[in-house]
């Protein structure tokens, strides 16, 4: 309890005292989430005033499920990176906007009997049936960043933001091939971030 005391002692110090000026602030780290088991980290580096390159890992999972002989294996990572814009509307709070680019890759195999891979963006799922399945599903898009900024301080802020998106993917096997288009925007397409400057 000491330490976790300590902890939240220096955590709260570092929060109130900045050590540098705003203007050496470069880099931004923080923790995105579009719902509550859904989270992924965001790092964001100053290009210039108001703008700033922006790199998030949005997703990842990996499930292994056994049942008598049968073994399911589920893999899945994707990321993003782009460019920010950023308009101030008054001290505290911004507007953000900006472009990224999208991709993910997910793998999933079955030893026998049925698996149904999900066709991304929350659009629905397709049902292999067979034997010693392998389905790779890559996807790439572009995503359109549209959100706002309250900034609780030098160092400290949340953003909520919209990011629909324009997303090509395909699933492969040894089964049969299927092609998807999406575009739009779902639940996955909001988020908010918290987000500490360095």
């Given at each position: 309890m000491k330490i976790l005391s300590t902890f939240f002692l220096i955590f709260g110090l570092c929060m109130c005292f900045p050590v540098f000026s705003q203007d050496t602030l470069r880099h931004e780290l923080g923790i995105r989430t579009s719902s509550l088991n859904s989270f992924g980290f965001i790092y964001k580096k100053k290009i210039k005033e108001n703008v700033y390159r922006r790199h998030r890992l949005a997703f990842g999972s990996l499930g292994l499920?056994?049942?008598?002989?049968?073994?399911?294996?589920?893999?899945?990572?994707?990321?993003?990176?782009?460019?920010?814009?950023?308009?101030?509307?008054?001290?505290?709070?911004?507007?953000?906007?900006?472009?990224?680019?999208?991709?993910g890759i997910g793998l999933s195999t079955l030893t026998s009997g049925s698996m149904t891979v999900d066709n991304g963006n929350g659009t629905g799922s397709t049902v292999y049936e067979g034997s010693n399945l392998v389905?790779?599903?890559?996807?790439?898009?572009?995503?359109?960043?549209?959100?706002?900024?309250?900034?609780?301080?030098?160092?400290?802020?949340?953003?909520?933001?919209?990011?629909?998106?324009?997303?090509?993917?395909?699933?492969?096997?040894?089964?049969?091939?299927?092609?998807?288009?999406?575009?739009?925007?779902?639940?996955?397409?909001?988020?908010?971030?918290?987000?500490?400057?360095?």
């Open positions: 499920n056994f049942a008598g002989n049968n073994t399911l294996v589920g893999f899945s990572a994707g990321g993003a990176t782009g460019k920010e814009k950023r308009r101030s509307i008054n001290d505290k709070l911004q507007l953000i906007y900006g472009t990224e680019l999208i991709a389905i790779v599903t890559p996807s790439v898009g572009v995503g359109f960043v549209l959100g706002a900024q309250y900034n609780f301080n030098p160092r400290w802020y949340v953003s909520g933001e919209l990011i629909p998106s324009i997303e090509v993917s395909g699933s492969f096997g040894n089964v049969t091939s299927i092609y998807r288009f999406n575009a739009g925007f779902n639940s996955s397409s909001v988020g908010i971030t918290g987000a500490y400057r360095f």
